[in-house]
């Protein structure tokens, strides 16, 4: 089956000039990327399924729940060579006197971040913020430091006919239609605008980020059949390191890290391979002791870390998150009149979560809207919702369910998950890599703290009966509010604050997504090999 997959995403390539393609085969291309707010990211490999089996292993350095242990609360560079890119001056970080005063609390967390030319980050934000029509999908939408725009309208009934169905997002500021590959924007801004512990010193750095937005440039290449231009800035990135005096002397000797928004499957392929699929970003030796962090990892890697997708809610502070998770405690009483929802597409993924989709699917729609309410994702046309620009809308059906669907795609991971979690809602998964060994360091060891985990195949086969089994599962009220009380509780490790210089340092005290994996970095927590 892997083979057949692999010859289905080969088939794939094509030149990412619109110029030199026809119609047909860009808007085949782009009809896969539309409607990804809850559907993986397009074309992956399908090493999920049946091949990896058992929960993931944990380090002694995590908390009785799976999570790790919390600690407390710009170079030198070589003279680049006429193809290098001019190096950059350093801006934006704190004062001598600011490191001075904040040694103590910094101590063992401080970041050197590699002041990287424009063109391996920011160029690409703008290259993106250029492109107009078919190519819009590709990027997104990345204004207010990549958390997208914001939602104008936080207040709406899910069913205009119940008044009981009004659906809030508070508090409004802190919502936006963020596009799910725009970690890496996300990340480094806030590092570079927030982060209290940057430093140019690098002897006393305890870790270097290099802040290369590997997800932007793929967007550009991917369906590209020509294997120079996939690899073009990656090779350049690996040249302009080559040359920097930091890289030269601190690479192997102290933690490196990168942070990569797409899938490891579009960023793996093996550089001498020449029909391989995606980017060969992540075989190039000179890379292999830096620490990856994206959204869905290879198991097998030792140097891949799973952190969580981007979702819509982007709190400033610890008074936004409470407010927002009082929000879900309200609506614990009101979810039982909707035991489950699917948001998704039938017709895209692999063989198996396509087949898997559709069971899912046909069954939704058979026991009846109290039981369960399917949205098809899409282009917005022909009764589907474009599930990317309507997050709010998302958030309405999962805020309103007991349990969310969260079928693969085309791959393991999904966005949805994430979207899930954020709603208080309890996502059912269909196969362990979906979360169990990807979200390490964000998410619960043990699985069912806040998940339901049926076999696909079994569902697939007719052996079980999904919605017979979630409604015997709701009858047990203090299991699920155990389970929804854990996913609440969830909601600040799994969100990425706003970008804010005030975050950390000025009475902020819940740790986002980014504080626990820098946390995770640097105090070196286990990552388990599959």
């Keep these: 089956m892997a083979l057949v997959l692999l010859s ?46 058992g929960p993931a292993s944990r380090s002694p350095t995590t908390k009785s729940d799976g999570r790790p242990k919390i600690s407390a609360s710009h170079h030198l560079q070589s003279p680049p060579s006429k193809d ?109 605008k927030g982060y209290p512990c940057l430093t140019e010193d690098m002897e006393v750095a305890s870790a270097f980020y290099i ?31 080559s040359g920097n005096e930091v890289w030269k002397n601190f690479q192997g000797i102290k933690k490196h890290f990168m942070v990569l928004g797409r899938i490891s499957w579009d960023l793996s392929r093996l550089e001498e391979v020449a029909e391989g699929w995606g980017s060969s970003l992540l075989s190039q030796v000179e890379l292999s002791n830096v620490t990856m962090l994206l959204i869905e990892r290879r198991p097998w890697a030792s140097n891949e870390i799973a952190i969580p997708y981007p979702t819509s809610f982007h709190p400033s502070s610890s008074s936004d998150v ?39 699917a ?43 669907l969260q079928p693969s795609g085309d791959s393991p991971t999904r966005k949805g998950i994430f979207d899930s979690l954020l709603a208080g809602c309890i996502p059912v998964l269909f196969t362990e890599s979906s979360a169990y060994n990807q979200y390490l360091w964000h998410l619960p060891q043990n699985g069912s703290l806040y998940s339901v985990l049926f076999n696909g195949d079994d569902v697939i086969h007719g052996k079980v009966d999904i919605f017979a089994s979630l409604a015997s599962i709701a009858n047990d009220t203090q299991r699920v ?35 626990l994996a820098l946390e995770s970095l640097l105090t070196g927590t286990a990552i388990p090999v599959m």
């Excluded at 879900?328 to 989709?357: H, V």
């Excluded at 109290?370 to 949205?375: A, F, G, K, V």
């Design 84 to 192: 290098d890119p001019k190096p950059q001056k350093s801006e934006g970080l704190h004062s001598q006197k600011e490191k001075s005063q904040n040694h103590h609390n910094c101590e063992g967390k401080y970041v050197y971040l590699y002041k990287l030319p424009p063109e391996f980050n920011d160029d690409l934000v703008e290259k993106c913020g250029r492109k107009t029509g078919i190519w819009v999908p590709l990027c997104g939408n990345l204004n207010n430091n990549g958390y997208g725009p914001s939602i104008p309208n936080n207040s709406f009934y899910l069913n205009q006919s119940n008044i009981d169905s009004l659906i809030e997002l508070e508090p409004p500021h802190a919502w936006y239609r963020t596009e799910q590959f725009s970690l890496e924007v996300i990340f480094h801004e806030r590092l570079r």
């Design 362 to 404: 046909t069954q939704c729609n058979q026991v009846g809207a109290n039981t369960c309410q399917e949205y098809k994702c899409g282009d917005g046309n022909s009764g589907t919702l474009d599930c990317a620009r309507n997050p709010e809308h998302v958030n309405a059906l999962f805020l309103s369910s007991t349990f969310c």
């Design 8 to 53: 289905f995403y080969i088939s794939k390539g094509g030149e990412h000039d619109p110029s030199l393609l026809s119609n047909q085969h860009v808007n085949g291309h782009l009809n896969l990327l539309r409607s990804r707010q809850l559907d993986t990211p397009a074309l992956r490999s399908p090493y999920d399924q049946a091949s990896i089996a």
């Design 322 to 360: 409470e407010l927002w998770q009082e929000k879900l405690r309200e609506r614990m009483s009101k979810r039982s009149k909707l035991l489950s929802s699917f948001i998704g597409s039938t017709s895209r993924g692999t063989e198996w979560s396509k087949m898997l989709r559709v069971v899912l």
């Design 211 to 241: 802040p290369y937005y590997a997800a932007l440039d793929t967007a550009f290449t991917l369906f590209t059949p020509h294997l120079a231009t996939r690899d073009r800035l990656a090779q350049r990135l690996i040249g302009w390191l």
């Design 481 to 515: 509010h155990r389970m929804q009380e854990e996913i609440i509780n969830m909601v600040p490790h799994i969100v990425y604050a706003l970008s804010s210089t005030n975050h950390n340092s000025s009475g902020t005290t819940f740790h986002d997504a980014v504080d």
